[in-house]
């Protein structure tokens, strides 16, 4: 079982600030990772796939990379709209998911 | 545009099953790995599992005594059942292919 740490738990900052979002996995995914995005009683949004390629129309703020078992996700100027929780998900046989990070304001 | 709909009851009683239909317009479900996935209140996603339109299918193991996913592809629907239901099922049910995601029902479980 491949088990999917994120870090940190709650980042706080402000808006136009650059948050950095860690996935660290217990065995090498390649680049078989997924960003999502949720906000309060919505369904989760995809933003990346592949650990670097942007979802249809995310915007070019949200980026991926990293591969083997260290990913990142990173926004490089927040916007009010980016205060959400966000999980990262392997795409392997067992799609398993990080426990989220919470983006919240400073 | 893809558009995905769960539905089915939102209580079920304890010990009963968890019966759910993913209703998916806008593709059709035998190009992809058809997953559904919870979230009980206020905690994290589960993986539940997942089944591709030739009816091979993958659960999580913690689920996978209690869980069949089935797809209809006549319907362009897949549904779950997840039996012997205890209060520690209760959450938001969601359906997902290839990253598009139903709104989610919730279902709790109560008598």
């Known amino acids: 079982e491949i088990v999917l740490t994120q870090s940190p738990a709650t980042l706080s900052l402000s808006p136009g600030e650059r948050a950095t979002l860690s996935c660290r996995a217990s065995?090498?995914?390649?680049?078989?990772l997924a960003w999502y995005q949720q906000k309060p009683g919505q369904a989760p949004r995809l933003l990346i796939f592949?650990?670097?390629n942007r979802a249809t129309g995310i915007p070019a703020r949200f980026s991926g990379s990293g591969s083997g078992t260290d990913f990142t996700l990173t926004i490089s100027s927040l916007e009010p709209e980016d205060f959400a929780v966000y999980y990262c998900?392997?795409?392997?046989?067992?799609?398993?998911f990080g426990g989220g990070t919470k983006v919240e304001i400073k | 545009q893809v558009q995905l709909q769960e539905s089915g009851p939102g209580l079920v009683k304890p010990s009963e099953t968890l019966s759910l239909t993913c209703t998916v317009s806008g593709r059709s479900v035998t190009t992809y790995y058809l997953n559904w996935i919870r979230q009980p209140p206020g905690k994290g996603l589960e993986w539940i599992g997942y089944i591709y339109y030739s009816g091979s299918t993958n659960y999580n193991p913690s689920l996978k005594s209690r869980v069949t996913i089935s797809v209809d592809t006549s319907k362009n629907q897949f549904s779950l059942k997840l039996n012997s239901v205890t209060a520690a099922d209760t959450a938001v049910y969601y359906c997902?292919?290839?990253?598009?995601w139903g709104q989610g029902t919730l279902v709790t479980v109560a008598s």
């Open positions: 065995q090498s995914l390649s680049s078989s």
């Open positions: 997902e292919i290839a990253g598009y």
């Open positions: 592949g650990a670097s």
């Open positions: 998900q392997q795409r392997s046989n067992w799609p398993y």
